[in-house]
């Protein structure tokens, strides 16, 4: 079982800069894939960001460029680092693990955290 514990989120203006994290309880955190998914009301929740297990990357085209997906297995921590915020990126912004590689679609995902909101004002 893994528990993950996001933190981070907040009220910024468009063009700020937020850092959101996510904590992993459990042994085997480096084996798991890491993601970021997002939710914005009345839409689909849709993956931003990825890390594998072998540390490599997947950004959604929405994201990339200026968001920095990171962990550090040593403190069972994955990073969003998310510059430039856009109006578009308010969402709720839930972390996930999949064994090995968090793929796209949401229904494949192991374990899911409660979440945290972005809102950005523009």
């Known amino acids: 079982q893994v528990q993950l514990v996001e933190s981070g989120g907040g009220l910024v203006q468009a063009g700020d800069s937020l850092r959101l994290s996510c904590v992993a309880s459990?042994?085997?955190?480096?084996?798991?894939?890491m993601g970021w998914f997002r939710q914005a009301p009345g839409k689909e929740r849709e993956l931003v960001a990825a890390i594998s297990s072998a540390a490599g990357t997947y950004y959604s085209d929405s994201v990339k460029g200026r968001f920095t997906i990171s962990r550090d297995n040593a403190k069972n921590t994955v990073y969003l680092q998310m510059n430039s915020l856009k109006s578009e990126d308010t969402a709720v912004y839930y972390c996930?693990?999949?064994?090995?590689?968090?793929?796209?679609?949401?229904?494949?995902?192991?374990?899911w955290g409660k979440g945290t909101l972005v809102t950005v004002s523009s």
């Open positions: 996930a693990a999949e064994w090995g590689l968090v793929a796209p679609n949401p229904t494949a995902v192991d374990y």
């Open positions: 459990g042994r085997t955190f480096s084996r798991y894939g």
